[in-house]
């Protein structure tokens, strides 16, 4: 089914099931403990042996020897495997990072052995028997010293990443009021509560992983590419999945490695990659040094705009663009956008939620504040100013598909009380507190992806979907019901949803922020389908007919769904070229209050408010959890995580959660969530629209230009930790 234009015909317009405020189904069993994690899926088969990965201690080199002579003789060993045994595995799709085999060491913490046993114990107490040498080289492991002879990071057809419009020197050098500031972001971990784990088992030259995975079908690809096997002969299973963030994109070593070991030790095996491991044996997001010049008239006009990112991953190809949401969000005759990528030798970077926004967001949005003060403008009025009519400046048929943020920004400056801010940063105080306000824009794109889903009924009233689509703590099992529940006409609980299972028709997956928009749209589709065939099989018209309260309305006659017997309809989406024409994304303004101490520098939000613009929100409750998740993550972005590196042996020293700081339910204060939930015309079907990064993109501005406008210092360096300020 393809879909390029808005469809003749709504479904949703009385919005029934579908943008009703809906408690996850999942819920209770995640609740209650009885959801059954990867690593927790006991009964999925018997026999299951514990593996303990080791993992490499250099940043780079070779492995010149490895003796596993007392780990095999230890109790309860069954298999060790050594990566100086094995050939060296494939590359998994979109990884960049070895993840198994061979001598050649590539970045800490590299999986080098592992142990299967009889308990988890006795595995870990073996694998510390295994002694290892190394030769080790040396690495290019500080980013700063290495951004600025990086080169221009490169786009798929080999063109250099430099967009430039107009004449950005020459404006930039007439305008009246000018900025030029330079912002960093630190390397961050995803840390997801879950680590990433998989149970894996061999029937013959068949592989089952039970996993943890954000992307089942790009991980069956990816396995069969990586182990050199047909796709067709594994089957991935994740049906729920304890956080991802982007770090269960792509197959990780717990998943390879426990393949590699259960061959090996002729027994399923189950590994959770131990948490000291998952900084720097998994991915993480990449630093950034972003420049920003922004030059405007005294009416607060931007007449030339740049914007240069710096980062660097281990293939020197990938890093974290924060330019992406620059060309979109504001007007601007005059630009320059540029992206260099050097060449590391750290753990391998990858999508963290919302890559590239989130962190452009931190440099961009502070950018415009520094320019609204120096224009004596404030800075909501500066952003409205500034709204652009077109994608491309001089473009006009280069359109957005709905854009709202100007209402945005002002619902959003009533609510919070905008009026209240003094402009004059260090103005407010509250005993030893000093008090400010701050707000910032946000942009995401709104990818939509191909999805397929099954959907059946089975004869006595219920509907069974079934697709690989995952649900990461998002809400999918929900909006996926009410989705099928509506377009049928059935009761939600008469709707049974099964997910993460690659035996089922392939759907966009957990990513990008496509994941809602796209297998809702999926499974719109193929509920279409089978409201056809429901009318071929009982003599009417499934188009016309009208589905409601499990009846169905046909030529004056009344139906039960039961009538139809057991139907089944394997359908789904694909989505047109739309994106050759219109820019589809989703627009955010968040609003902070922050409070510093005056004597300490110690901070602490007092409020926050994001006003969201998504298109149809498909279920508020859930959409609201993603959002308020996503500014708490915003939160640890602009205030404390950070990777620290070690540049002389390469690795990320706080490799755990005692070291690597996230913020906690006390520094998180009242959140407040608006959604304006208008109706996208040209995303799809449902005019529904991804929240779950948007809710990340410009919250940390907000906060960072809060504790400006509290203390009147500029930090331009995250996180924006208290010693920063003297
Ligand atoms: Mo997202 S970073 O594509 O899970």
New binding site residues.
Partial sequence: MEFNAPAGRNLFDASKVVGKSTPRIDGPLKTTGQAPYAYERHDVVANQAYGYIVGSAIAKGRISAMDAEAARAAPGVIAVILATETKPVGKGMSNYAPLFGGSDIAHYHQAIACVVAETFEQARSAAALIRTSYDRSAGRFDFPKLAPEAPLAKDEEGKPDRQTVGDFDSAFAAAEVKIDATYTTPDESHAMMEPHATIAAWDGDKLTLWTSN?MINWGKESMGKILGMDPKNIRLDSPYIGG???GK?FIRADAVVAALAAKQAKRPVKIALQRPLMANNTTHRHATIQRLRIGAGRDGRITALAHENWSGNINGKEGENGTLQTPVLYAGANRLIANYIATLDLPEGN?????GEAVGHLALEVAMDELAEKLGMDPIELRIRNEPKSTVPGKPEKRFSDRNLVRCLREGSTRFGWDRRKAKPGSVRDGQWLVGMGVAAGYRAAPANKSAARVRLDGNGGVIVETDMTDIGTGSYTIIAQTAAETLGVPLEKVKVTLGDSDHPAAAG???QWGAASSTAGVYAACVTLRQKIGQTLGFDGDKAEFAGGKIKANGKSFDLAEAGKLSVDGGIEFGKFKDDYDVGTYAAHFAEVAVNAYTGEARIRRMLAVCDAGRILNPLSARSQVIGAMVMAAGAAMMEELVVDTRFGFFVNHDLAGYEVPVHADIPAQDVVFLDTLDPIISPLKAKGVG?LGICGVGAAIANAMYNATGVRVREYPITLDKYF
Avoid: D, I, K, V
């Fill in positions: 954000q991802g963030f982007g994109l999508a963290m939620r919302a890559p957990s990513g990008g990064e």
